[in-house]
């Protein structure tokens, strides 16, 4: 298979965790490029179900090489919890799973700054974090004070660690949480570095020399593109860039190795956390996409919140990360509708918009003009052919690809590995 960027086209939880395990089989290694474990990737594999928050789901494929690159925010206690995870269900991931040693890594007092951050946001500027301490840790790693996955292989790790849990214990007193005790994180994270010693490498490198060895690379992204610091929903994002552009800064693999991008999209929209959703449904409808969607966050349990198709929002994912190959996903959770509706374009002060708005103000005062489609009405998820869909189904799922361009190139019909329509990827 081709280079691969994977990345999530609406706000995250597209169900990219199913289609990256998919794929897997066609490829070598798996790198995750951004974000940390604010992501939860649902596997369900030989009725077993996965969950994992940093290690890409290649890790279930035996063989195959899993990466944690450079521009993700590593929390080592976390990923010491899915390794060991991991061990009890006999995979071993040791020798074949790598943390960048350029990694930026999550320490418990960005966690606890998170959580305190977010306390002190007033109703209307609260972003819904997943409070993981993915802002503080960017946050530190852009004003170039943050500590380094490789930074636990050096002498000095211990007493920066001294040092930034005083500068922290500083700012949460003011904000009043909670301090940390500087003895207890420099035991925690001794004992961490022990034991992710053999996991750190020079991922960028391992990459080089594979990609020159002609093996194939899957660059998988977290979250989604709404979701994306610069181009999402600002200040309603996560703080990295889900976005394609990022694969290449987020791995160090350069954007000429590349041979295409997927994008991942879920046939109804949904987002948690706060912030614009211009097709949100407050209503019986939108409930019922969330119960037979099983809408609720895989990281910290919350409802989703559940609209319409969003094609502006479609057509902009595929501008932005040039999307060859869409894998749509969900679609049998639509089959008990009667009527579908599409949001082809916005409403704004009486003029039509196409593309998606970057000023929130605007976005605020956008109606969602809708197409309708009739529902098929029958239950698609023991389809194995895309040429077996009810003929109804079919026709909602290419006019959504006519409406935000590029190719469908994998349907999925259900949750298990057997419910993935193939088509050309
Ligand atoms: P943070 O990434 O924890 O800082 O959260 C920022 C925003 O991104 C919040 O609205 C979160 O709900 C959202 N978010 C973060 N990770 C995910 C994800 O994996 N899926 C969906 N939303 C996410």
Request: hydrophobic residues 40%.
């Amino acid at each position: 298979m081709p280079n691969t960027i994977l990345v999530g086209a609406q706000w995250g939880d597209e169900g990219k965790g199913k289609v990256i395990d998919v794929l897997t089989n066609q490829v070598d290694i798996i790198a995750r490029f951004q974000g940390g474990s604010n992501a939860g990737h649902t596997v369900i594999a030989e009725g077993k179900k996965y969950v994992l928050h940093l290690i890409p789901s290649g890790i279930l494929h035996e063989g195959k090489v899993c990466i944690i690159g450079n521009g993700v925010v590593m929390n080592p206690l976390d990923l010491i919890e899915e390794i060991s995870m991991l061990r009890g269900y006999a995979i071993v991931p040791a020798g074949r799973l790598f943390v960048s040693c350029r990694s930026h890594m999550v320490m418990n007092w960005h966690r606890a700054i998170d959580k305190a951050d977010e306390a002190l946001r007033s109703a209307e500027k609260k972003i819904g974090t997943t409070g993981r301490g993915i802002g503080p840790t960017y946050c530190a790693k852009v004003s170039r004070t943050g500590l380094r996955v490789g930074d636990m292989l050096s002498a000095t790790f211990f007493d920066r660690i001294r040092e930034q849990v005083a500068e922290a214990n500083a700012r949460l007193k003011v904000m009043n949480a909670e301090p940390l005790d500087a003895d207890e994180q420099v035991r925690i994270y001794k004992e961490a570095a022990d034991f992710l010693r053999p996991y750190i490498a020079d991922t960028a490198v391992m990459l080089a020399e594979a990609d020159k060895a002609g093996k194939s690379i899957l660059l998988e992204g977290a979250q989604g593109t709404m979701l994306d610091i610069d181009f999402g929903t600002y200040p309603f994002v996560t703080s990295s860039n889900p976005t394609a552009g990022g694969a290449c800064t987020g791995t160090g693999l350069s954007p000429r190795r590349i041979d295409r991008v997927v994008g991942v999209i879920k046939a109804y929209t949904t987002r948690v956390g706060a912030g614009p959703l211009p097709t949100e449904l407050e209503d019986a409808i939108g409930e019922g996409l969330r119960q037979r969607g099983g809408e609720f966050g895989a990281t910290t349990g919350r409802p989703r919140r559940c609209g319409w198709f969003d094609a502006v929002v479609g057509r902009y994912s595929c501008m932005i990360n040039g999307v060859d190959f869409w894998a749509m996903t969900k679609l049998d959770v639509l089959d008990a509708e009667p009527v579908l509706k599409i949001c082809v374009a916005y409403e704004c002060d009486g003029k039509r918009i196409e593309t998606f708005p970057s000023d929130l103000d605007i976005l605020s005062r956008c109606k969602p003009i809708y197409e309708e489609m009739p529902g098929w009405l029958s239950e698609t998820s023991k389809v194995t052919h895309y040429e077996d869909l009810p003929v109804k189904a079919r026709a909602y799922v290419e006019r959504l690809v006519h409406l935000i361009g590029g190719r469908l190139g994998v349907l999925s019909v259900g949750p298990a590995r057997e419910t993935t329509l193939r088509l050309g990827l």
